[in-house]
Every structure is written in C-alpha cells, then in structure tokens.
C-alpha cells in the first residue's frame, strides 16, 4: 500500500515537487519537542529502540507456550517440580523462568502469583506508554503540519504586493508542510500506535496463560485437564490450529515409538 501511495506521488509529477527542507523542520522539529514535552527524555529514546522489535520480531504463538506448559506439567507429574530445574534455565521467556524458579524454590502460590502479575503489570504499562508515545506524535504532526501551512501563507500574501505570479508556486510549498503532517500521522505514527497496542495484546495473553500454568504444575494438575483450561484463552481460530499442532506432535510421538 505504501509503494501505490509513492506511485501516486511520482505520478504528480515526481518526488522533487514534494520536497520542502523547511517544511520537513517545522513538522519534524515541532512534533519531536512537544512529545519531548510531554514525555521525560529517556521513555522517549527507549520507545524508538523497540521499533527493531516491534518490525523486525514476530509475536510466538500463544499455543507454543500451552505446549511448553503441558510438557512441563508431564515431567513435574512423573518425577518432581524440581525436576524442572533444568528446564527452567532454557526458556527463553523471562517472566515463564522467573515463574518456574519460584516453584521449584518452593514459594507459596499466592506469592508466585503477586510477583507475576506484578511483572505483567509493568509490561502492560510500558507498552501503553510507547503506544501513547506513538499516537501523540500522531496527534502532533498534523498540528505542525498545519502551522507551517500559516506561516507559508502568512510568507506569500506578505509578498503579494510584488505580483501574483509567484501566488502558485507559494500556496504549493505552503500546502507541502500540511502534507507532511498528515503522512506521517497516518502512514507512520498511528499504525505505529495501533501494532504496539495489538502487540501488548498478545503479549499479555502469553503472560496470563504462563501465570496460570505454572500455578496449575505447582498443584500437581493433570496435564490433560491444563491443556483444556489454558485452551480457553484462546481464540476459536487459535484452539483450531493449536489442535493441529497437538495432533502432529501425537503422531509424530507415536511413529518414533
């Protein structure tokens, strides 16, 4: 969608006429320094750095981590919880290794659960501040966009008593910086917003399913019944394909036995 917009642009007779160094200032600079305003420097630095994450990492799905419990909940059944001991040194989730450290070290439930929802606690907040982060920018460029659009105009009729030959050219650089704040509002600051939010959805899925989990192995739950309950937390598409897996997994296991 992004290269049909370019296209679009090209087609107007190039990318030249588009560009404005003023412009691209007044929208860039003035949407920096008020989020810098608003947000204290170092959440804002922090929120760019997870942009890697947010384009470069997919989200795993919900399911694999139902399938690691269960794997889990099968050893803790046969030997002991810990027996986990090694197993919890290789996952890759930090909030799932802190979980299975405070079982195998013996905590209380109740303790598990305060220190995990704690920790899904703060992930829930600093997603929803890089997602504020994100929509205020959002909000911003087209302000500045705006504003640089008045002081275009504002540029040219101050010039107007010397002909009106140049009111074209002048409206068109004027309008430029409206542009700009309108393109990166909605091409990059609000579908930014919108991907950390459904990220931070799925993400806390993940944790609520690990939290309940490992409460479950460290009741000795059976592993049957664990799987039937962690399946509610997911979405009928996902209990389908989280189905499949589990079957050919079963099958695999059957033909190497």
Not at 70 to 77: C, D, E, P
């Amino acid at each position: 969608m992004g290269g049909l917009l370019f296209y679009a642009i090209l087609s107007q007779g190039g990318i030249g006429i588009f560009y404005d160094p003023g412009s691209i200032m007044i929208v860039g600079g003035g949407t920096l320094a008020a989020v810098l305003i608003s947000f204290p420097l170092q959440r804002v630095v922090g929120v760019f750095k997870i942009l890697k994450n947010v384009f470069g990492r997919e989200i795993s799905d919900a399911g694999a981590y139902i399938a690691a419990v269960v794997r889990l909940a099968h050893k803790a059944r046969k030997e002991s919880i810990l027996s986990l001991q090694n197993n919890a040194q290789k996952v890759n989730n930090r909030i799932m290794r802190m979980g299975l450290q405070l079982v195998i070290d013996g905590q209380p439930p109740e303790i598990v659960r305060a220190v995990m929802e704690t920790e899904l606690d703060g992930l829930l907040s600093r997603h929803d501040e890089g997602a504020r982060i994100f929509k205020s920018m959002g909000r911003f460029s087209p302000a500045f966009g705006l504003i640089g659009t008045l002081i275009g105009l504002i540029s040219m009729l101050r010039s107007l008593s010397g002909g009106t030959e140049n009111l074209g050219p002048g409206m068109a650089v004027a309008l430029v910086t409206t542009f700009y704040g309108a393109l990166t509002s909605n091409l990059f600051f609000l579908p930014i917003a919108d991907k950390l939010e459904n990220r931070s959805e799925k993400e806390v899925q993940q944790v609520r399913i690990i939290i309940e989990g490992i409460l479950m192995i460290q009741e000795g739950g059976n592993p049957r019944l664990i799987e039937q309950k962690l399946n509610a937390h997911l979405e009928p598409e996902q209990r389908i394909q989280h189905f499949e897996r589990m079957l050919r997994r079963e099958k695999g296991a059957q033909a190497q036995g």
